[in-house]
């Protein structure tokens, strides 16, 4: 069974950092794509960025672009989201969703093209 379980988030400072990680199970894990979404309150669910395991290519929402890092750590099955320089409008819940699918680049940024969700952690940016 498939299980993603997303660790790290909490709360930091305007300009700070964090570190989410995004622990994959039960994947064949050279064989499909994780998206990092978010959900802040009252509004819908972002892609914020992605990285493919059929070409390890990766995409970014253009507000996080030159802040966030997407990576992939094959031997531990997980995918860190290195964000720096945060902003309160980056406060939201944070989701990793897989999909087996190769994607297209504007599907990857589509909730509905991941059939398997973390649970979330909580990002809160103060001010």
């Known amino acids: 069974e498939e299980q993603l379980v997303e660790s790290g988030g909490g709360l930091v400072q305007a300009g700070g950092s964090l570190r989410l990680s995004c622990e994959a199970s039960?994947?064949?894990?050279?064989?499909?794509?994780i998206g990092w979404f978010r959900q802040a309150p009252g509004k819908e669910r972002e892609g914020v960025s992605s990285?493919?395991?059929?070409?390890?290519?990766?995409t970014y929402v253009d507000s996080v672009k030159g802040r966030f890092t997407i990576s992939g750590d094959t031997a531990k099955n997980t995918v860190f989201l290195e964000m720096n320089n945060l902003k309160s409008e980056d406060t939201a819940v944070y989701y990793c969703a897989g999909s087996y699918s190769p994607l297209t680049t504007s599907a990857r940024f589509s909730t509905t093209a991941y059939g398997y969700w973390g649970q979330g952690t909580q990002v809160t940016v103060s001010s």
């Open positions: 990285i493919s395991h059929y070409d390890g290519s990766t």
């Open positions: 039960g994947f064949a894990f050279d064989d499909y794509t």
